[in-house]
Nanobody
Framework: QVRLVESGGGLVQAGGSLRLSCAAS????????TGWFRQAPGKEREFVAT????????YYADSVKGRFIISRDNAKNTVYLQMSSLKPEDTAVYYC???????????????WGQGTQVTVSS
């Protein structure tokens, strides 16, 4: 397993941008797929985006496609989520997770961060 720490959340107006970072510890992080999920109050955790170990494969939820970009820098043990054209419905706690496969189910991932709050005001 790896230890994950998210950062970069905050308060932003609708239409604005934020970049989330997920920093990992462990020399084997570059062999893991990494996903971003989010959870709004009273709602289930939902898939946002995922990237495979090399960065050559990415997949997005329909709700963020065209607005969010997931990327990784294995030399820095970090995965990013660039979020643009933010909407109030993007408000949630955002979590990164690491696992063997780049899937869209939380059960795919064995290691999770503590989350970072993103709030989009209208």
């Amino acid at each position: 397993q790896v230890r994950l720490v998210e950062s970069g959340g905050g308060l932003v107006q609708a239409g604005g941008s934020l970049r989330l970072s997920c920093a990992a510890s462990g020399r084997t992080f570059s062999s893991y797929a990494t996903g971003w999920f989010r959870q709004a109050p009273g709602k289930e955790r939902e898939f946002v985006a995922t990237i495979n170990w090399s960065g050559g494969y990415t997949y997005y939820a329909d709700s963020v496609k065209g607005r969010f970009i997931i990327s990784r820098d294995n030399a820095k043990n970090t995965v990013y989520l660039q979020m643009s054209s933010l909407k109030p419905e993007d408000t949630a706690v955002y979590y990164c997770a690491a696992g063997q496969l780049a899937g869209n189910s939380p059960s795919t991932y064995g290691s999770w961060g503590q989350g970072t709050q993103v709030t989009v005001s209208s």
